[in-house]
C-alpha cells in the first residue's frame, strides 16, 4: 500500500533522491502515516470511552433515587410530587410518550405524504423549492417553535379543541373536561411539525431508490397512478419508511424546549387529551435549576430513563433502515466503499 | 408519464378507481401544501412581533437587568447576539476537528471492522440523545464533581458534544463520496497515506464538508437545554469563558414570560434575530453544497 517516491514528482521529493526499491522507504517517512493513524484511533476511540463514562456518571448519580424508591417503582410509580419529596416518574414517562405518539400519528402521514408528492407527483421545477422548504421547517429553534406554539397556535386552536371535547364528551380519552391552553395535542402538533422535515427527508431518499422498473411494470399493467403508488412505491419502502418514523419517535422523545413551554406543569397521568401533563425532558427543565438533593438525584434518574427510551428507539430505527438497505442493495465490499455514494445514512445524522 | 384522464377513459378505468385517484392524488398534494403553512405562519408571526422591536440600539446595548420599568431602560440583545457567536464559535473549534478526525478514521482506517461499526452505531445514538442530556452530562462531569459553577466553556462544551455526531455523520457520507480512484492513482504515484489525506481527499470533499459544519452550526445556534444549566446568564457582555455567559435562546427563554410587554417584545426581537441567522447559514450551506462536484 505504501509506495516509495521514485525521486522528485508532484507529490514531494523522497528524502533522498534517485532510484530505490518501490517498497522500501525509511522509517523516518513513515512516521506520519503512523502518527495520524494513531492520532485518529485514539479519536474515534474517545468518543466510545466518552459516552460510556457519562452514562456511568449518570448512573451514579441518579443511584440515590432508584435506591429509594427502586428502579421499577421509580419508573412505573405514578406519584410525582415534588413538595413531599415524591418521585414516581409515570406521569412523566405517559406525557413524553402521549405527546411523541401524538406526533408521531400527526406527523408521519403528512411527511410520507410530502415525500410522496415530491418524488412521484410534483412537476419538475418546483421540486427543488419545496423540498427546501421542508426542510428549512427543521432550521427553527425549539424554543421559537414552542413560543409560537403557545402564544400563536394554541389560542387559535382552544375554541376549536373545545368543540371537540364537547362533541365528542363520551370518548374516553379526548372528550369532556376543559380545554386548557397548554396541552397534550398541541405539544404533539408542534412535536409533529418539527419531525416533519427528517422523516420526510429520510422518505423521500427511501423512495427515489424505489427501481423503475416496478413503477413501470404497474403503470404498464394499467394501474392509476395512485394504484401504482400503492401497489409498487409504498411495499417497497415500508422498512425505509418505519425507520424514519422511529427517528422522528426518537426525535419527538428527546425534545425539550418546546415540550416545556407547552405541555404545561401537571405531573398527572394523561387523562385528557385537551388537558395539562408533563414529560421527562420538561420535568428537567422546569425542576432542576432548584432541585436539592433527593430532587435532583430522581431528575438525574428521569434522564436516565429519557437517555434509554431514545436508546431503544434508535436501536430500533438504525435496525429497520439497515432491514431496509439490504433488501435494496447488493453486498458491498470494503472496497466499494470508497467508491459508492452512501446510502441512506445521508438523511439520519445530519 | 402523468396517466391523464384522457388516456384512462381510452383504457376504460372504472370511474371508481379514476375517483380513487383522484381523491388520494388530492390527499398527498393537500397533505404538501398544509406541511409547508407552518412555516409560512411562523415566518410572518416572527416578523409581525419582532421586526418591531429591530433598532440600532437593539442591537448595540446590552439587556439591563430592568424588566418592570419603561421600554426605554430594558436595553437590547447585544450580549445575547455576541454570547451566541461565541458559545458557538468555541464549541464549533471543538466539534468540527474531532468530528472531522472521527469521520476521516472511519473511512480511511476503520471501514467495515467490527470497531467501525461500533463507532458508527455509538455515534448514531449520539445523535439521538434528548439535547438536555448534554447539559446534564456537562453538568455531572465539569460542575457536581469540582464544586465549582457554571462557565461559558462548560456551555460550549455541552454544544460541541451535540454538535459532534452531526459533523461526524455529514463528513462520514461526503468522504465516502470522493472516488476511490483518486486516492489510488495518488497512492500510485508514492504518496504517503497523509498526504492522499490532506492534500487530496478532503480538498476534493471541502464543500461538502463546509455545509455539513455550517449545519451543525446552525443547530447549535438554536439551541437552549444545553445551555440551561452550564452557562449561566448574565445580562453584560462577557468575553471571558470562565464566567457566566449570555446566549440568545436563553435570553429569549427568560424574557418571554416576562409580565412587562417591553420585555416580551425584546423576546420576539430576539427570537427573529436568532431564525435570520440560523437561516443564513443554512442558505450558506445549502449554496455550497450546490457548487460542489460530489454527489
Given at each position: 500500500?505504501e509506495?516509495?517516491?521514485?525521486?522528485?514528482?508532484p507529490?514531494?521529493?523522497s528524502?533522498r533522491?534517485?532510484?530505490?526499491?518501490?517498497?522500501r522507504r525509511?522509517?523516518?517517512a513513515?512516521?506520519?502515516?503512523r502518527?495520524l493513524?494513531w492520532i485518529?484511533t485514539?479519536?474515534?476511540?474517545?468518543i466510545?470511552?466518552?459516552?460510556v463514562?457519562?452514562f456511568?456518571?449518570?448512573?451514579?448519580?441518579a443511584r440515590?433515587?432508584?435506591?429509594?424508591?427502586g428502579v421499577l417503582?421509580f419508573t412505573?410509580d405514578?406519584?410525582?410530587n415534588?413538595?413531599?419529596?415524591?418521585?414516581g416518574?409515570l406521569p412523566l414517562v405517559?406525557?413524553?410518550?402521549i405527546?411523541?405518539?401524538?406526533?408521531?400519528?400527526?406527523?408521519?402521514?403528512?411527511a410520507?405524504?410530502?415525500?410522496?408528492?415530491v418524488?412521484e407527483l410534483?412537476p419538475?421545477?418546483?421540486?427543488g423549492?419545496?423540498?427546501?422548504?421542508?426542510e428549512?421547517?427543521?432550521?427553527?429553534?425549539?424554543v421559537?417553535?414552542?413560543l409560537w406554539?403557545?402564544?400563536?397556535l394554541?389560542?387559535?386552536?382552544q375554541?376549536a379543541e373545545q368543540?371537540?371535547?364537547d362533541?365528542?364528551?363520551f370518548v374516553?380519552?379526548?372528550g369532556g373536561?376543559?380545554?386548557?391552553?397548554?396541552n397534550?395535542?398541541i405539544t404533539?402538533?408542534v412535536?409533529?411539525?418539527?419531525?416533519l422535515?427528517?422523516?420526510s427527508a429520510i422518505?423521500?431518499e427511501?423512495?427515489?431508490t424505489?427501481p423503475?422498473?416496478h413503477k413501470?411494470a404497474?403503470?404498464g399493467?394499467?394501474?392509476?397512478?395512485?394504484e401504482?403508488?400503492r401497489?409498487?412505491?409504498?411495499p417497497?419502502?415500508?422498512?425505509g419508511i418505519s425507520?424514519a418514523?422511529?427517528l422522528?419517535l426518537g426525535?419527538?422523545?428527546g425534545?425539550t424546549?418546546?415540550?416545556t413551554?407547552l405541555?404545561?406543569?401537571?405531573?398527572v397521568?394523561?387523562k385528557?387529551?385537551f388537558?395539562q401533563?408533563?414529560?421527562?425532558a420538561a420535568?428537567i427543565?422546569?425542576?432542576?435549576?432548584?432541585a436539592?438533593?433527593l430532587?435532583r438525584s430522581a431528575?438525574?434518574?428521569?434522564?436516565?430513563?429519557l437517555f434509554?427510551?431514545?436508546?431503544?428507539?434508535?436501536?430500533a430505527?438504525?435496525?429497520?433502515?439497515?432491514?431496509?438497505?439490504?433488501?435494496?442493495k447488493?453486498?458491498?465490499?470494503?472496497?466499494?466503499?470508497?467508491?459508492?455514494s452512501?446510502?441512506?445514512?445521508?438523511g439520519?445524522g445530519a | 408519464?402523468?396517466?391523464?384522464a384522457?388516456?384512462?377513459?381510452?383504457?376504460g378505468v372504472s370511474?371508481?378507481?379514476?375517483?380513487?385517484?383522484?381523491?388520494?392524488?388530492g390527499?398527498v398534494v393537500?397533505?404538501?401544501?398544509i406541511a409547508?403553512v407552518?412555516l409560512?405562519l411562523i415566518?410572518?408571526?416572527l416578523?409581525?412581533?419582532?421586526?418591531g422591536?429591530?433598532?440600532?440600539?437593539f442591537f448595540t446595548?446590552?439587556?439591563t437587568?430592568n424588566?418592570f420599568?419603561?421600554?426605554?431602560s430594558?436595553?437590547?440583545?447585544?450580549s445575547?447576539?455576541l454570547?451566541?457567536?461565541e458559545?458557538?464559535a468555541v464549541?464549533?473549534?471543538?466539534a468540527?476537528?474531532?468530528?472531522?478526525?472521527?469521520a476521516?478514521?472511519?473511512?480511511?482506517?476503520g471501514r467495515?471492522?467490527?470497531f467501525?461499526?461500533?463507532?458508527?452505531f455509538f455515534?448514531d445514538?449520539?445523535t439521538?440523545?434528548?439535547?438536555i442530556?448534554?447539559?446534564?452530562f456537562?453538568y455531572?462531569?465539569?460542575?457536581v464533581?469540582?464544586?465549582?459553577?457554571?462557565a461559558?466553556?462548560?456551555g460550549?462544551?455541552?454544544?460541541?458534544?451535540?454538535m459532534?455526531?452531526?459533523v461526524?455523520?455529514s463528513?462520514?457520507v461526503?468522504?465516502?463520496?470522493?472516488p476511490?480512484?483518486?486516492?489510488e492513482?495518488?497512492l500510485?504515484?508514492g504518496a504517503?497515506?497523509w498526504?492522499?489525506?490532506?492534500k487530496?481527499?478532503?480538498?476534493?470533499a471541502l464543500?461538502g464538508?463546509?455545509?455539513?459544519?455550517?449545519l451543525?452550526i446552525?443547530r447549535?445556534?438554536?439551541e437552549?437545554?444545553?445551555l440551561?444549566?452550564?452557562?449561566?446568564?448574565?445580562?453584560?457582555?462577557?468575553f471571558g469563558l470562565?464566567g457566566f455567559?449570555?446566549s440568545?435562546?436563553?435570553?429569549?427563554?427568560?424574557?418571554?414570560?416576562?409580565p412587562?410587554?417591553?420585555v416580551?417584545?425584546r423576546?420576539w426581537?430576539a427570537?427573529?434575530t436568532?431564525?435570520?441567522m440560523?437561516?443564513?447559514?443554512?442558505?450558506?450551506?445549502r449554496?455550497l453544497a450546490?457548487?460542489s462536484?460530489?454527489?
Open positions: 500500500m509506495a516509495a517516491s521514485v525521486g522528485s514528482g507529490l514531494g521529493d528524502p533522491g534517485g532510484e530505490r526499491s518501490v517498497l525509511s522509517p523516518l513513515r512516521l506520519p502515516d502518527a493513524r485518529l485514539a479519536l474515534a476511540a474517545s466510545l470511552a466518552l459516552i463514562y457519562f456511568v456518571k449518570l448512573v451514579g448519580e440515590p433515587a432508584f435506591a429509594k424508591f417503582g412505573f405514578n406519584n410525582w415534588v413538595s413531599a419529596n415524591q418521585f416518574a405517559v406525557g413524553t410518550l405527546t411523541s405518539g401524538l406526533a408521531l400519528i400527526i406527523g408521519v402521514p403528512v410520507v405524504a410530502t415525500a410522496l408528492y418524488t410534483c419538475l421545477r418546483i421540486r423549492p419545496v423540498t427546501i422548504l421542508i428549512l421547517l427543521a432550521a427553527v429553534p425549539s421559537v417553535y414552542g406554539g403557545i402564544f400563536f394554541a389560542p387559535k386552536l375554541p368543540w371537540v371535547a362533541k365528542l364528551s374516553p380519552f379526548i373536561g376543559i380545554v386548557t391552553i397548554p397534550y395535542f404533539g402538533l412535536l409533529a411539525i418539527m419531525i422535515p427528517i422523516v422518505s423521500r427511501v423512495m427515489s424505489v423503475i422498473d413501470e404497474a403503470l399493467l394499467g394501474a392509476t397512478r395512485w401504482m403508488i401497489m409498487a412505491v409504498l417497497y419502502c415500508r422498512s425507520g418514523a422511529m422522528g426525535r419527538a422523545i425534545e424546549i418546546a415540550v413551554i405541555v404545561g406543569d401537571a405531573p397521568l394523561g385528557h387529551l388537558g401533563g408533563y414529560s421527562l420535568a427543565a422546569n425542576e432542576f435549576g432548584e436539592q438533593e430532587h431528575l438525574f434518574a428521569a434522564g436516565l430513563v434509554v427510551l431514545t436508546l431503544l428507539v434508535n436501536i430505527a438504525r435496525l429497520l433502515v439497515m432491514r431496509a438497505e439490504r433488501s435494496t447488493p453486498k458491498r465490499t470494503a472496497a466499494d466503499f470508497a467508491e459508492t452512501a446510502p441512506l445514512g445521508a439520519m | 408519464m402523468s396517466a391523464s384522457h388516456t384512462l377513459d381510452r383504457f370511474a371508481r378507481r379514476r375517483r380513487k385517484d383522484k381523491i388520494a392524488r390527499s393537500a397533505a404538501t401544501a409547508l407552518p409560512v415566518v410572518y408571526y416578523l409581525s412581533k419582532g421586526l422591536s429591530w433598532s440600532i440600539d446595548t446590552d439587556p437587568g424588566t420599568f419603561a421600554s426605554s430594558i436595553g437590547g440583545i447585544k445575547a447576539i454570547g451566541t457567536i458559545i458557538v464549541a464549533s473549534a471543538l468540527v476537528p474531532v468530528g472531522l478526525g472521527v476521516i478514521w472511519l473511512v480511511e482506517y467495515s471492522s467490527r467501525a461499526h461500533t463507532v458508527r455515534v445514538v449520539l439521538g440523545v434528548p439535547s442530556m448534554f447539559g446534564l456537562i455531572i462531569a465539569l460542575i464533581g469540582t464544586g465549582s459553577s457554571y461559558a466553556y462548560k460550549a462544551f455541552a454544544l460541541a458534544l451535540l459532534l455526531p452531526v461526524t455523520r463528513a462520514e461526503v468522504l465516502l463520496l470522493v476511490g480512484s483518486l486516492r492513482s495518488a500510485a504515484l504517503p497515506r498526504r492522499v489525506i490532506f487530496i481527499v478532503l480538498p476534493t464543500p464538508l463546509v455545509t455539513g459544519v455550517l451543525a446552525a447549535a445556534a438554536g437552549t437545554a444545553p440551561l444549566f452550564t452557562a449561566g446568564a448574565t445580562m453584560k457582555t462577557e470562565g455567559m449570555n440568545l435562546p436563553i435570553q429569549i427563554y427568560t424574557d418571554v414570560t416576562s412587562t410587554t417591553s416580551v417584545n423576546a426581537g427570537a427573529l436568532l431564525v435570520a440560523i437561516l443564513v447559514l443554512n442558505l450558506l450551506a449554496l450546490r457548487r462536484s460530489l454527489g
